[in-house]
């Protein structure tokens, strides 16, 4: 920092107040690079100035802070909450930001609405319903919601299914399985249902004790009523749940809920891994994963652990935190954490006992996981080298995108638009394109519309490192004159695959069992030719699979909802909006197909007129048909 800037930043401090609140350093421009709380304002920030503050990256952060915002607040606890909301919105460098919920899943059920079902999301809400999770891998989660149905076989099926299998009154596959109970077809009475969500929530939960108490009871009632073939059942459901338990890694012999945290780091590069502990059995586990990380292990720590638990609802706060590191504020988070849960929470730095060893198993699972992320890292870094070093690129590609075409025998053309930045998708910038002026045959001119379309957009989205597309010398010249149509300059690649031309075939050639690639580049006469093994070459590959993989996704989708809306605008009189009301309130083209006059008089805007209209006409397919089935939207029937 400059003597001129210091001195005013020192004139600036010497005014602050000395109540509790939150400061913003920013620098030249306005930008926000740090926030943090104080119980005393002044005194606090007068540290970072005098040089008193003994973390090392604070002379990079003073170095380049020129200003200083205050918020003064009515407690530390304010604070707190305050500092969390500043670090969402300004994002800024030298602190840590923890990552959204939607790019995880989570099982969600809703015990309020009738025949509750577990649904697999990726978005927490405040509707009521209960949520748990995240779950960091889907092969975890399926491994779960398998074990679940086995022990509390709940329906799984969507609400339109569930209806038309209740008008054809029969269940499906899964009741056979004894996976459902077939609440559709008056199977399962309303109790015991509900019996059955109680106890998947519970078990969910962690809480198993109770839960098993639970059974036990049910079991010895029913053996004192002379239900016998309950009594066995829920006997049954007893010795697979203690099966499952069984199985459950105990890390604690104490029956108290945790959360245990551990932080492994490599300079800027922090893991951080929160083991769920529930009646002493791990339950589960996430990671969480920051890069450029400014500031020491013990802010890390309580800045994450502010915006982790801020998130939570009181019934998901455990009753005890454990952490492997030691910071400033723990008294105050501790007391904020209570509030949370409406009682007393246990934040500490386990040092000893059993609480030092699940510290130091959550901290060396992160180390676990930091490795992996690293040596991830290694091999996409070297990846890009050997692109740039084949294909004589003035940079290493480390954003790159690539684009695809895709038409339906000249028709439905769509493209697509994928971006992945260190080796990393970037689904946030994705997009798809509908062809409006080009041919849809024409491959060329489609991929001249949306090179058009995306370099208007170079303001609000700039180019990436390396624009790609899928083709050859052909679909790389259209991306060429693009380019310099509109005066821009970037990388440019085409990757086709190579044909067997010499055989007279026009098969793709294969070199160990791999597809061989081409790779074209501006100015060059000659395809650039990596071997099948290279890393570069595979993450192009990737890349690539992944554009046609989004284009052919959208094209279905497309083909979907015509196929649909085809059928749908044969019926005489319903126009768009009750065809649009009799595809939300039935839930799909199936329900509306065997849905009786009575039923289809319940939907909105639908006359009784309509309603005998639709159904004749449907029966009128029926019987031209044969009565074979009509598939749902997407499937192979239904296309």
Known sequence: MDSAHATKL??????????PGVYLFKNGRGVVLYVGKAQNLRSRVRQYLAGQDG??????????????????????????LLENELIKQHKPAFNVKLRDD??????????????????TVRRFRRDGAEYFGPYTSSVALKESLSNLRKLFPLRSCRDGTFRDYARRGRPCIEYDMKRCLGPCCGLADEQGYAEQVQGTVLFLRGRSTELMNRLQEDMQEASAEERFEDAARIRNRISSIKRTLEEQQIVDERNVDRDVLGLARQGGEVEIQVLHVREGRVMGAEDFAFSRVQIED??????????????????????????SVAFEDQAVLADWLSEKANRRVLLRHAQRGAGRRLVAIGTRHAGLSLGQRLAA???VDAAMDEIKEACQLSGSPRKIECYDISN???????????VFESGIPIKKEYRRYRIKQAQAGDDYDCLREVMRRRLARVASEPLPDLMMVDGGRGQLGILEAALKDAGLVTEALGISKERDLDSGSNRVKRSGGLKAERLYRPGRSNPILLPSSSRGLLLLQRIRDESHRFAIEFQRDLRSRSTLTSILEE???????????????MGSLRAVRAATEAELIQVPGISRRDAST?????????????????????SAEGL
């Not at 020192?10 to 109540?19: I, N």
């Not at 025998?409 to 493209?415: E, I």
């Not at 639709?614 to 997407?634: K, Q, S, T, V, Y």
Request: charged share 30%; glycine share 8%.
């Open 10 to 19: 020192a004139e600036k401090v010497a005014g602050l107040p000395r109540e």
């Open 614 to 634: 639709i159904h004749h006409f449907f029966a009128g397919r029926r019987e031209a048909e044969g009565d074979h089935e009509l598939g749902e939207p997407g």
């Open 377 to 379: 890292r290694e091999s």
């Open 408 to 418: 339906l025998q000249g028709s439905l053309a769509v493209a697509s638009r994928v």
């Open 571 to 585: 019926l005489p009189g319903i126009g768009p909006r009750k065809r649009r009301a009799l595809l939300k309130t």
């Open 298 to 323: 013990g802010y890390v720590m309580s800045s994450f652990l502010a915006q982790y638990y801020g998130k939570k609802e009181a019934g998901d706060m455990p009753r005890e935190v454990l952490c």
């Open 55 to 80: 973390r090392v990256r604070i002379p990079a952060l003073m170095e380049r802070a020129k200003d200083v915002e205050v918020l003064v607040t009515s407690n530390v606890k304010e604070a707190l």
């Open 102 to 119: 939607k790019q995880y899943l989570a099982l969600r059920i809703d015990p309020e609405e009738p025949w509750p079902r577990l649904q």
